[in-house]
């Protein structure tokens, strides 16, 4: 298909447009936590710094909490990753390959938790938690961020199997092998894209929880980056070199993952979820 | 595969879980919307149908309600049409297609309370780059406070949330895209269709599908929002931008009338629920008509 000149230049706008939409804001929050206090909030904003300072980020490891914060970010989320997938793995392969009575119903079932506002179950929650001592942990946010996660984890799991050709299978089950072993073995490595899909949705998802990580952590020590972040947000009166700073600190762990199975993710999403 | 026993072992782990975290809370909630409780843990007393009375019998509710489904409407009707621009110019064939693909997801992989400082920020008065850049292309002539009235508060919000969702819309109408057929292009261009004919004769009805199913998913993640809109306005002003979950947040946490909220959460799911089921029936009744 060749364009002619007035489609090339539409199309090259339009992608103009788009990157700007989405790279403005995050160039001048990253230029921003470089400059001095003074020309971040002069009334002629720049769009190139013309200070630098690391004055920011040093105040923000220096005299907030915020190591800590990124420390039980990642380390929730790596938890609530991992066990979301070895629970969602064997589901979704039993949903969508194997055959038993009320396998409709049962999947129906867990698309509807999908449904309801997750905010309802803040409370009983909160109560249930407290019954069993998990109040401010980060085992609590793990178990709720893999309750939250595992529906649409199952979900878009299931057109990675379905893509996987039956006869691959087949063989195995005719060689006698059991089951969980044509899943670990024979399905696993086949849908890997899919299991880094599910892993990098529950990644973000944990790494982005507010509402339940401000309600069941109580000490600031064991905050997550949006709670803890959040915090700082009042508490510093408006200080935005520091909140620049932390909003760079807190986007890069998330853009280096996402160099590495960005591609993976984008084609597991298009290829896969709305299948 | 046909051995039940083996299947239930599989889904056994996931189910148990989820019925544990949500399917029970979810359950303790309804019971607490029939008690009259203050404070968490406290024993109740059974009032029947009173919460329910007095929630639907108010104000507050109804008002919830109304916004809820402005927020709902203003976000998907802001993101589909930016997300199917994004989608048929990413659809395209050319140089950096794959990284442009990647990256535009960007603004849906931070955390939340990194899009609210960006665009607290950028909107802010002294200092936010939006306010100068609107009065360069001589769109405003002097400084505007984006929160400060009840509609700006609003539209503001939607924009924001949509710069946030609209890349993740775009790729799920990509994956629609690809799916059609390329050759029907083809026999299209030979039969002289135009851009705009090729769109609302092939493009639009074969994306159908793929709109109905986002229609279905983005309603109940746009419903569930609750960070952007507490961290940016607490619901304000004067509860303008007040939606449901925000109302049952404040009506447990800061007014500490939890049997009020969970009234209030249970009325929430049913009306999602019953939502979700006529659009997954009417979803499943679509996909066998075709």
Redo the contacts between chains.
Sequence with gaps: MKRTLPQSLALFSGLGLIVLLIGLPFWWVMTGSIKLPKEIISRDPTMFPRSFTLQHFDKLFQSTDFPAYLLNSLGVALFSTAFTVALALPAAYAFFRMEFPGRAALYRLILLTYAFPTVVVLIPIYGLFAKFGLIDTRTSLVIVNIAFALPFSIWMMRSFLASVPREIEEAAIVDGAPARVILLRIMAPLIAPGIASVAIFTFIASWTEYLFASVLIVSDARRTIPVGFAGIIGQYQIDWGLLLAGATIATIPVVILFAFVGRWFVAGLTEGAVK | ????R???L??A???L??LA?????????VI?SFQNVGV??SAGTFVGFDNYAAVLGGSGFWRAFGRSVVWVVANAVVQTAVAL??AL?LN???PGV?I???????????????V????R??L?T????VN?LLIQFGIIDRPVGFFATREGAMTTLVMINS?RWF??VA??M???L?RIPGDLYEAARIDGASAWKRFTRITWPLLQ??LI??GVVGT?LS??V??VI??LTAGGPSQATQT??VL??ET??KGYR?SE??TI??L??LL??G???VA?RAMTASEEAR
Excluded at chain 2, 126 to 129: E, P, R
């Design positions: 595969m046909t051995n039940p083996l299947a239930f599989f889904i782990p996931a189910l879980f989820l975290v949500l399917g029970w809370p979810l359950v303790q909630a607490l968490i843990g621009g994004v110019i395209q064939k050319f794959r442009a693909r990647t990256w535009i997801i960007l603004t849906w992989i931070v955390p939340t309370v990194v609210v400082i960006i665009w920020w950028l802010s002294s200092g936010g780059m100068p710069w890349p993740f790729l799920m990509l994956a629609g690809t599908p793929t199913v986002l109940l419903f569930n609750f960070d507490w961290l449901l979950p049952i947040y447990a946490f939890l909220a969970a959460s249970v929430t799911s999602l629920m939502f979700a089921l997954t």
